[in-house]
């Protein structure tokens, strides 16, 4: 990934989701002026609907570092993934401790970063990148062209 300089602004959209014998991902990355930036899924083993969802964030986290975002606002529709990275609620269950710490700690190298919970309707892209990917088709797109927010 190029160098990109500073004032990239990110809204990112994020969702997981479990089917039968496996689990998905998936990410959709909008500039300010919501063209779409980057778009990115990935097959997960089997796990819980919370692991998936934490799988969704952790994708987010990741174009945001390939992207070299100086500020984002993730969007997900799971309450506990936003709570839970917004600090309002603990990480009880063992099995979102790991995840959980992983996103923290690639959180931390976004200066400027918030979470956002919203309605499923509005999470639709990010769930079907997530189903397609638990399906076992797998899509990456990255358009740098379009990552600037602002006239250059």
Same mark, same amino acid.
């Given at each position: 990934?190029?160098?990109?300089?500073?004032?990239? +602004?990110?809204?990112?959209?994020?969702?997981?989701?479990?089917?039968?014998?496996?689990?998905?991902?998936?990410?959709?990355?909008?500039?300010? +002026?919501?063209?779409?930036?980057?778009?990115?899924?990935?097959?997960?083993?089997?796990?819980?609907?919370?692991? $998936?969802?934490?799988?969704?964030?952790?994708?987010?986290?990741?174009?945001?570092?390939?992207?070299?975002?100086?500020?984002?606002?993730?969007?997900?529709?799971?309450?506990?993934?936003?709570?839970?990275? $917004?600090?309002?609620?603990?990480?009880?269950?063992?099995?979102?401790?790991?995840?959980?710490?992983?996103?923290?700690?690639?959180?931390?190298?976004?200066?400027?970063?918030?979470?956002?919970?919203?309605?499923?309707?509005?999470?639709?892209?990010?769930?079907?990148? $997530?189903?397609?990917?638990?399906?076992?088709?797998?899509?990456?797109?990255?358009?740098?062209?379009?990552?600037?927010?602002?006239?250059?």
């Amino acid at each position: 990934m190029p160098n990109l300089g500073g004032d990239t +602004r990110l809204i990112i959209y994020a969702d997981g989701g479990i089917a039968r014998d496996r689990a998905g991902a998936g990410a959709v990355a909008l500039n300010l +002026r919501r063209q779409v930036v980057a778009l990115e899924n990935r097959t997960l083993p089997l796990m819980t609907n919370n692991e $998936a969802e934490y799988g969704g964030l952790l994708l987010a986290l990741e174009i945001a570092a390939a992207l070299q975002a100086d500020e984002v606002e993730i969007r997900l529709d799971s309450e506990v993934v936003v709570g839970q990275m $917004a600090g309002r609620w603990a990480v009880n269950s063992p099995k979102l401790k790991s995840p959980h710490q992983q996103a923290c700690a690639l959180a931390r190298a976004i200066p400027r970063i918030t979470y956002k919970h919203i309605p499923r309707e509005l999470n639709e892209v990010a769930d079907a990148l $997530a189903t397609e990917a638990a399906a076992g088709r797998v899509w990456r797109l990255y358009r740098t062209d379009t990552l600037r927010d602002r006239d250059d």
